[in-house]
């Protein structure tokens, strides 16, 4: 279900570690600087997303480790 090449998995684990927490952390402290409506609730669904993308590669490296284990055992 969530197999990708190495490019795909890179690209999703830069955005899971880096770029979704900056977002979240921009956005709390712009809406709360300029007083913006659903601030924290902007930023719990930013939050929710990443967190879903970080099931989404740990879904991903463990179906990897599994087909990995699987052709290691059939070459033996």
Do not use: R
Not at 4 to 23: C, G, M, R, S
């Amino acid at each position: 279900m969530f197999k990708w090449t190495n490019e795909q998995y890179d690209a999703v684990k830069f955005v899971a570690l880096h770029v979704i927490p900056a977002l979240e952390m921009l956005w709390g402290t712009v809406a709360s600087v300029w007083n913006l409506p659903y601030g924290t609730q902007i930023g719990a669904t930013i939050g929710a997303v990443g967190l879903f993308i970080a099931m989404c590669i740990g879904q991903s490296k463990k179906e990897y480790e599994k087909e990995k284990s699987e052709v290691i055992t059939e070459e033996e």
